[in-house]
């Protein structure tokens, strides 16, 4: 392979392939003239060795360890940003002005009600539906409620569609907690900011007072950008091929939500959780980690390894750190989960098994006991992340509709399945 061109050969066809240079990291072949020049496809399952697009949103070096938005730190963003000054540079590529960052805050705020007929919406579902079930239902439902900004060739309408989903993602998300609990939904109240006013609808009663607790405000609100986006993942490149059929957002971004839930990508923060709780207490982790190494058993060590980061994910670190804080402000001395999560990632920080297939701790590692210690129920984790990509999402979806080279994703894929053959009528089939 040259500096540009990569040469190959298919049967007795030989193929150039232009090799194309991003600003930091791996170059990338293009094929996509491939099945023109050679009549083959490409097989990569999983999409280990895939870029699907060109983007220019985040950036991810799994072995160092890095995380960029933007070209923007993590740790940076995290230790001196808010969530909705992350929102503006991943939606618009730039950190805001103080005016356009009071600009942006008053539009989503002034878009975090929902439709009052979102209410009786929700009476529809069981007490006891899980929480991403509703989520699912009722960002998708949000297409039929608000027509007037689904017609994605008008960027003036995915604007506010966007808005729309950033805004009303934490009254959605915490009506769906509200309902599983019993309570009475509590409407946004627009003085406070995005996260604060978040706990608030979460946890306030009608009967009582509420005061948010800043320390946790502001806990909650690092955890939103740290899952604020992660470039192409399973539920990124769900709604990006999503969108390529040209389905409206909202459509779209409940496409995404369905795929976040599983325990491989973001259900695994409630999956850790129960596995910190199955565990118990740190005499046990030893079989635990051995259960994790055995071939025949399935059992994984949930919120280890990730298919990007073969370092400590950088998330993690400022994860742990953050859940110190938590516990402190509320006065949590000795949690038994901590202290079994702690003594896990030190046991498998040094096992020759986790070191050689270098699986680290990932940011689901730590995030479910802080969850936890503020109060949200494991069921509501993984609605916390789909929360907090959002943003993350729809940045990578508009990125998409105003690519001019955007066509519909269709993958194709490696027949193994019965020859052409004939029809036989049932009184014939031995
Ligand atoms: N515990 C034990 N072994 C593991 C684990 C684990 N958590 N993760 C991977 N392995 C082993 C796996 O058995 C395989 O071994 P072998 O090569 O001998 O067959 C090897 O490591 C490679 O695993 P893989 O499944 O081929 O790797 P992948 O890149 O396809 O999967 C993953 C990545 C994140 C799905 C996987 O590491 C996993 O299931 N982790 C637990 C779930 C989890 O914490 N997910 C959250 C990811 S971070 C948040 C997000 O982005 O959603």
Redesign the pocket.
Same mark, same amino acid.
């Given at each position: 392979m040259s500096a540009d061109i990569a040469k190959l050969t298919v049967d007795d066809k030989a193929v150039d392939l232009t090799v194309k240079h991003g600003t930091i990291g791996p170059s990338v072949v293009d094929i996509s003239k491939l099945y023109a020049q050679t009549g083959a496809f490409t097989y990569d399952p +999983?999409f280990?060795s895939t870029a699907s697009c060109e983007s220019k949103i985040t950036y991810i070096d799994g072995d160092q360890g890095i995380l960029l938005y933007r070209g923007y730190p993590i740790e940076q963003l995290a230790e001196h940003g808010d969530f909705l000054e992350t929102c503006y540079l991943l939606l618009y590529g730039e950190l805001p002005t103080a005016a356009q960052k009071a600009d942006f805050d008053y539009r989503v705020t002034r878009h975090t009600m929902v439709h009052d007929q979102m209410n009786r919406f929700f009476q529809g579902f069981r007490r006891d539906a899980h929480p991403m079930a509703i989520m699912v239902a009722s960002v998708g439902a949000l297409s039929a409620f608000y027509h007037d900004s689904t017609d994605i060739s008008d960027p003036q309408q995915r604007m506010i569609a966007s808005m729309r989903m950033i805004a009303k993602m934490p009254t959605l998300a915490a009506m769906a907690y509200k309902y599983s609990v019993g309570q009475p939904f509590v409407y946004p109240q627009n003085d406070l900011d995005y996260t604060s006013n978040f706990l608030r609808m979460c946890f306030a009663v009608p009967c009582e007072d509420y005061k948010v607790n800043p320390v946790l405000s502001r806990a909650l609100d690092r955890i939103f950008i740290l899952h604020a986006d992660?470039e192409q993942?399973a539920s990124t490149s769900t709604v990006r091929l999503a969108g390529s059929s040209g389905a409206n957002p909202f459509a779209c971004i409940a496409a995404g939500i369905a795929c976040?839930w599983g325990?491989?990508? +973001?259900g695994?923060n409630e999956?850790?959780l129960k596995m910190l709780e199955e565990i118990g207490t740190p005499d046990r982790i030893p079989h635990y980690i051995a259960r994790?190494?055995d071939?025949n058993d399935p059992f994984?060590?949930? +919120?280890?390894?990730?298919?990007v980061y073969k370092n400590y =994910?950088p998330r993690a670190r400022i994860m742990q750190k953050t859940t110190h804080e938590v516990l402190n402000e509320l006065g949590i001395k000795d949690d038994p989960l901590l202290d079994v999560a702690v003594e896990l990632e030190q046991i498998a920080l040094k096992d020759e098994?986790f070191l050689e297939?270098k699986?680290y701790p990932?940011? =689901?590692?730590y995030s479910g006991i802080t969850l936890k210690a503020m109060g949200f129920p494991t069921s509501m984790f993984t609605v916390l992340f789909a929360l907090a990509r959002t943003v993350g999402w729809i940045a990578q979806w508009s990125e998409m509709i105003e690519d001019p080279s955007q066509r519909i994703g269709r993958p194709r894929q490696l027949y193994v399945g019965a020859p052409q053959r004939d029809y036989a009528t049932v009184a014939s089939r031995g």
């Amino acid at each position: 392979m040259s500096a540009d061109i990569a040469k190959l050969t298919v049967d007795d066809k030989a193929v150039d392939l232009t090799v194309k240079h991003g600003t930091i990291g791996p170059s990338v072949v293009d094929i996509s003239k491939l099945y023109a020049q050679t009549g083959a496809f490409t097989y990569d399952p +999983g999409f280990t060795s895939t870029a699907s697009c060109e983007s220019k949103i985040t950036y991810i070096d799994g072995d160092q360890g890095i995380l960029l938005y933007r070209g923007y730190p993590i740790e940076q963003l995290a230790e001196h940003g808010d969530f909705l000054e992350t929102c503006y540079l991943l939606l618009y590529g730039e950190l805001p002005t103080a005016a356009q960052k009071a600009d942006f805050d008053y539009r989503v705020t002034r878009h975090t009600m929902v439709h009052d007929q979102m209410n009786r919406f929700f009476q529809g579902f069981r007490r006891d539906a899980h929480p991403m079930a509703i989520m699912v239902a009722s960002v998708g439902a949000l297409s039929a409620f608000y027509h007037d900004s689904t017609d994605i060739s008008d960027p003036q309408q995915r604007m506010i569609a966007s808005m729309r989903m950033i805004a009303k993602m934490p009254t959605l998300a915490a009506m769906a907690y509200k309902y599983s609990v019993g309570q009475p939904f509590v409407y946004p109240q627009n003085d406070l900011d995005y996260t604060s006013n978040f706990l608030r609808m979460c946890f306030a009663v009608p009967c009582e007072d509420y005061k948010v607790n800043p320390v946790l405000s502001r806990a909650l609100d690092r955890i939103f950008i740290l899952h604020a986006d992660h470039e192409q993942n399973a539920s990124t490149s769900t709604v990006r091929l999503a969108g390529s059929s040209g389905a409206n957002p909202f459509a779209c971004i409940a496409a995404g939500i369905a795929c976040l839930w599983g325990p491989a990508h +973001g259900g695994a923060n409630e999956a850790a959780l129960k596995m910190l709780e199955e565990i118990g207490t740190p005499d046990r982790i030893p079989h635990y980690i051995a259960r994790a190494k055995d071939k025949n058993d399935p059992f994984r060590l949930m +919120g280890f390894g990730h298919r990007v980061y073969k370092n400590y =994910d950088p998330r993690a670190r400022i994860m742990q750190k953050t859940t110190h804080e938590v516990l402190n402000e509320l006065g949590i001395k000795d949690d038994p989960l901590l202290d079994v999560a702690v003594e896990l990632e030190q046991i498998a920080l040094k096992d020759e098994y986790f070191l050689e297939k270098k699986l680290y701790p990932n940011i =689901d590692f730590y995030s479910g006991i802080t969850l936890k210690a503020m109060g949200f129920p494991t069921s509501m984790f993984t609605v916390l992340f789909a929360l907090a990509r959002t943003v993350g999402w729809i940045a990578q979806w508009s990125e998409m509709i105003e690519d001019p080279s955007q066509r519909i994703g269709r993958p194709r894929q490696l027949y193994v399945g019965a020859p052409q053959r004939d029809y036989a009528t049932v009184a014939s089939r031995g």
